[in-house]
């Protein structure tokens, strides 16, 4: 049996390998692996307690967003409480108390994390005890209780904060945080990358996921490095290591890579599979999930993969996305994973004046898919034009950073359409913003409840519009006359203050218009309504008319005043 060589080598390649050695350096400490060029060497010696780096490091990063947190962190509050007693302690105070309660304790009891955990989990403690003493100590305080003066509270509260605070210190335990948040997380974050095997299996033998992370990724790894293979005939499709038949598997754990060549040998040339993976780069591509960025729900992650082969570049480009994504999830509850990539790319044009993104991809993990953009040099140039625009007088916000906040409730199959990433995604795949603007600007007229953009935010989106028909050339539009005509909206909405109606269908017609592309009807209703007015259509309307796409942004620009110089209702102005 050969002796462990002191370190392995891990190169750079499609972003699949490189997601898997950005997630290896997050994982290990900074004194465990070094970066030279391309390649990431790594120290066997970390094979010892890589199990336990693996998932300290989605606890360390992730853990604080979960349920389990929204319980400890309630200790502190319960003490403090005990401390003043119960003479001002009201029954809204109460209220807030059972909510917590019921969304965060009693929802993570009812988990599988929980359930599976629980062996491990200083099973010695009577915690189900605990729990069922403090929901029918919540079930005696009802609220005709809390109304009747002659009845004291105070003991039953007290008994009451003494079975959560037995509660609250049982889930604080070292121990229990470190099975109950792994296990956790792995269903949230770990299964995006990989799934079904190893502590993802739920036929799994071994209970301890710690344990099955080191005995099915680790450890085969140590008895691959201890075997010599040079008559070995298989090679790893990945990195071109040697290995026997015994010691082979497929790309099927993977989600959306490969399939289970024991149980479909069809997909293979002559029903023979050649797709073989070695120990060494199955345990790298077990650090996927911890190479890409996720958002707080886990529902969609992203990855930079800066080409160049450089692992550096790579190594600060997603590290940066993960320090300030991470920033903006405190106190946060919604924060977009593309609001934090134009974070990244406005730090990286302010500390460079270049282009520094042109022609990286972005894999972004997604309902259960992987999309890829390229940010194409137009791309670029829009989101460096866009950080100069500024919205407000004073000049400190973008009119990307506007958009930060714009969504509408319930829309398009999704509980929250993030405006934001809908304008990000367009400039990178050089998708115009037309439909998306008359959208909303229907969606405006309509009143419908849950739309959260202004009229402002609308005219920022049809300036980053126009900026991108302008880098692709299709006009040379001054995005200043977007402003003056969205102006001459604003005040000719005035005109209609009596007759609100009219406006609404006046802003129906353009609109409909401008969908079927018909220039000469928009003119003729821009004329009329004119007209009607006994006043000049604006100069930039007649200038613009041998360019569609110019007129066409001007009018939208138009009806975005027309909206605007309307008294909304606060529900839109959020």
């Known amino acids: 049996m050969a002796v462990l060589p002191k370190t392995i080598n891990f190169y750079m390649d499609s972003w699949l390998e490189n997601a898997g050695i950005i997630g290896l350096t997050r994982i290990l400490d900074v004194e465990d692996y070094e970066i030279n060029d391309d390649q990431l060497i790594v120290k066997t010696a970390v094979f010892k307690t890589i199990n336990n780096s693996f998932f300290q490091y989605f606890i360390d990063t992730y853990g604080q967003y979960t349920h389990y947190y929204k319980i400890i962190s309630w200790l502190p509050k319960i003490i403090a409480i005990e401390k003043l007693g119960f003479d001002k302690y009201t029954f809204q105070d109460y209220q807030a108390c059972v909510k917590w309660f019921n969304n965060n304790v009693r929802y993570f009891i009812r988990t599988s994390s929980y359930k599976q955990m629980r062996p491990l989990a200083h099973s010695e403690i009577p915690i189900e005890e605990y729990l069922a003493n403090a929901t029918n100590l919540f079930k005696k305080l009802s609220k ?106 497929g790309y099927s754990f993977l989600n959306g890579m490969g399939y289970d060549y024991r149980k479909k040998n069809s997909n293979g040339y002559k029903f023979n599979s050649d797709q073989f993976l070695c120990p060494i780069c199955r345990l790298m591509y077990s650090a996927v999930p911890a ?23 790579l190594y600060n480009a997603n590290n940066k996305f993960l320090e300030v994504l991470t920033e903006s999830f405190e106190g946060a509850n919604k924060v977009s994973l593309w609001y934090g990539f134009y974070e990244v790319f406005k730090k990286e044009f302010n500390k460079s004046k270049q282009n520094m993104f042109v022609n990286v991809q972005i894999v972004n993990r ?53 405006i934001f990433d809908e304008v990000i995604m367009r400039i990178l795949n050089q998708t115009n913003m037309n439909n998306l603007v008359n959208k ?58 009596l007759n609100p109606d009219k406006e609404k269908i006046l802003i129906y017609q353009l609109l409909q218009a401008l969908k079927i592309q018909n220039q000469k009807k928009t003119m003729n209703l821009l004329l009329s309504c004119y007209l009607r007015q006994q006043e000049s259509i604006p100069n930039e309307f007649m200038q613009q008319l041998e360019n569609k796409e110019e007129f066409k942004q001007l009018v939208y620009a138009f009806i975005t005043g027309l909206i605007s110089g309307k008294k909304e209702g606060k529900v839109d102005e959020k």
Request: charged share 25%; net charge positive.
């Open 144 to 249: 005709n209780k809390w109304q009747d003066k002659n009845v004291n509270l105070k003991q039953e509260l007290i008994f009451l904060f003494g079975e959560l605070k037995k509660i609250i210190q049982y889930f604080a335990d070292d121990t229990n945080k470190r099975y109950f948040l792994a296990k956790s997380l792995g269903y949230r974050y770990i299964n995006k990358g990989w799934n079904g095997i190893s502590f993802l299996n739920n036929q799994s033998r071994i209970v301890n996921l710690y344990q099955d992370y080191q005995e099915y990724f680790v450890q085969p790894v140590i008895d691959f490095l201890s075997e010599n293979h040079e008559k070995a005939k298989i090679k790893c499709t990945t990195c071109g290591r040697k290995m026997r038949s015994n010691e082979k598997v």
């Open 291 to 313: 190479g890409f960025t996720y958002n707080l729900k886990g529902n969609q992650g992203l990855f930079v993969n800066q080409t160049g082969y450089n692992l550096n570049n």
């Open 366 to 418: 997604k309902n259960e898919q992987y999309h890829f953009n390229i940010i194409s040099e137009v791309a670029a140039n829009v989101l460096r034009k866009a950080e100069k625009q500024r919205s407000d007088e004073q000049k400190k916000i973008t009119v990307l950073d506007t958009l930060n906040n714009a969504f509408i409730f319930e829309y398009q199959g999704v509980e929250s359409f993030i």
């Open 440 to 497: 909303l600007l229907f969606l405006k007229i309509l009143n419908r409840r849950g739309v959260y953009i202004t009229p402002m935010q609308i005219l920022n989106i049809v300036e980053l519009n126009t900026m991108l028909f302008n880098e692709m050339d299709v006009t040379k539009l001054d995005i200043k006359k977007l402003s003056k005509v969205y102006g001459n909206g604003k005040n000719f909405a005035q005109k209609y203050k």
